[in-house]
């Protein structure tokens, strides 16, 4: 059975969209013995959600008000970043605390809040997905320190260095996907971890990680560490994921009707032990 880490996963809507409360909630998930502390990253979402906040800045606060917590967004859509960007956000968070960040990835997707095609993003899935695979390599390099030399439709990077680097040289990284599906699974192989979207039972978890693990092996990765986090409500069998192969877990909530002192009671319950 794998070690169950816990971590807070709250969606920056509505009441949860005011970051001074946020922050609160991450010191008192801190106090309560969390192990990480991540936040949803959107720009839009359908009703009746309101009003929303923006997750480098509110974790930049996090960072700042927390000594131990694992922060970052999960997931970040890639596709809708610019990734010259999104590299320097990323350093300056992950510097601003001590090498806390995880960076965790995906396509993205229209069908919550309509939040690529409102602004004019791609939203096309087999395009978004090469502008995610593009996106990744680009901050792998920049976190490396080394010139990113990169030209694509949608991105140009001409020789550029990312200075300085992050406080452990790099940045994990889970990726995000549908655990019955190839593509997802060889992506999230090639990362440092994987957050399975729409997971049903521990025997679908099973069967993703065993093909994770598959493709480690056989590319000669399967010695490093590797998480993957699996959003479950506070009443599932935790144990059984675990046995799964979940590494962590991340409080699946209701973004509709969450409130804070939702959020607080889930964190007053404690983490899986």
Partial sequence: MSTLRSAVWVPLFDELAEPAAVVRLAAFAEEHGWGGFFVWDHVRWRAPVTALADPWTTLAAVAAATTTLRIGPMVSALPRRRPQVVARQSVTLDRLSSGRLVMGAGLGSDRFGEELSRFGEETDDRARAAMLDDAIAILRTAWS????????????????????RPVHGTIPLWT???????RPLERAARADGFVPVNLEHPDEL??????????????????TPYDVAVPLPADADLAA???AGATWWLTDVDPHT???DEVRGVIRDGPFQ
């Fill in 145 to 164: 320190g080394e010139p990113v030399r990169h030209t694509s439709p949608w991105c140009t990077i001409d020789d550029v260095r990312f200075l300085p």
């Fill in 241 to 243: 994921f675990a046995a």
């Fill in 206 to 223: 099973a069967a993703a990680v065993a093909r994770i693990s598959g493709l480690r092996d056989a590319s000669g990765t399967g010695g």
């Fill in 176 to 182: 995000a996907g549908f655990p019955g599906r190839r």
């Fill in 258 to 260: 969450l409130t804070l």
